[in-house]
T-cell receptor, first 113, second 115 residues
C-alpha cells in the first residue's frame, strides 16, 4: 500500500535553518492531511493539518503546503531546533473512508546544533 | 494537557494465547481507534469505534480481533490465539466530536511480542 509516500527516509539540517519534509499521495479521495511527530518510545504527536480546500496552513514555526494538482504536500519548520529531531509522519483522511488515517512511512529529521 | 494512556507498555505472550491491550482515551473524546506498526513498516489502521460500535475496520482486523468499551473510560483491543506476525507496536488513539478531519491523539503504544 503506497497511497502516502515519504520518499526521504532521513534528513539532516543545521540548527536555525529550514527543514522541509515532503509527502506525496496517490489517492485523489484524500481530502485532509496531517503531520505527526514521533519521538522514540512515544506515540505520534499531532503537529499541524490542512484541508484540501486550502494550500497553506501556518502554526508558529510550522507551515504545511498542499499542491493538489501535484498530489504533494510539504512541512516547513523554520527555524529548526535540536528538539525537532524526531520521525515525522504524513497522514491523510479520505472522504470515502470515514475515520481511517493512512500514514506515510516517515522521515527521520536530525537537527544538528 | 489531556492524553491517551495505554497499558501495559510491553506485553510478552506465547503464541496461541489471548492478549488484551488497554487504553484510556481522552475523557471528552467520542471516537476511538487502534493502529499497529510492525517493526520497520508503516503505521496501519485497524479499527475505529464510535457510539459503542465499530464504525470502520481494515482487512487486518479479522475475527481474531475484537474491541470493547467495557466502562466509561477504558477501550480495549483483544487478540485471540495470537500469532508470531501479531508482534508489533499497538497504538490507541482518540478524537473529539466530528471524527473525520479531526486530529487523532495517540497514546505511547503497547509493544506486543509473541514468542
Amino acid at each position: 500500500d503506497q497511497q502516502v509516500k515519504q520518499n526521504s527516509p532521513s534528513l539532516s539540517v543545521q540548527e536555525g535553518r529550514i527543514s522541509i519534509l515532503n509527502c506525496d499521495y496517490t489517492n485523489s479521495m484524500f481530502d485532509y492531511f496531517l503531520w505527526y511527530k514521533k519521538y522514540p518510545a512515544e506515540g505520534p504527536t499531532f503537529l499541524i493539518s490542512i484541508s484540501s480546500i486550502k494550500d497553506k496552513n501556518e502554526d508558529g514555526r510550522f507551515t504545511v503546503f498542499l499542491n493538489k494538482s501535484a498530489k504533494h504536500l510539504s512541512l516547513h519548520i523554520v527555524p529548526s531546533q535540536p528538539g525537532d529531531s524526531a520521525v515525522y509522519f504524513c497522514a491523510a483522511y479520505a472522504n470515502n473512508a470515514g475515520n481511517m488515517l493512512t500514514f506515510g512511512g516517515g522521515t527521520r529529521l536530525m537537527v544538528k546544533p | 494537557e489531556p492524553e491517551v494512556t495505554q497499558t501495559p507498555s510491553h506485553q510478552v505472550t506465547q503464541m496461541g494465547q489471548e492478549v488484551i491491550l488497554r487504553c484510556v482515551p481522552i475523557s471528552n473524546h467520542l471516537y476511538f481507534y487502534w493502529y499497529r506498526q510492525i517493526l520497520g513498516q508503516k503505521v496501519e489502521f485497524l479499527v475505529s469505534f464510535y457510539n459503542n460500535e465499530i464504525s470502520e475496520k481494515s482487512e487486518i482486523f479479522d475475527d481474531q480481533f475484537s474491541v470493547e468499551r467495557p466502562d466509561g473510560s477504558n477501550f480495549t483491543l483483544k487478540i485471540r490465539s495470537t500469532k508470531l506476525e501479531d508482534s508489533a507496536m499497538y497504538f490507541c488513539a482518540s478524537s473529539g466530536e466530528g471524527g473525520v478531519g479531526q486530529p487523532q491523539h495517540f497514546g505511547d503504544g503497547t509493544r506486543l511480542s509473541i514468542l
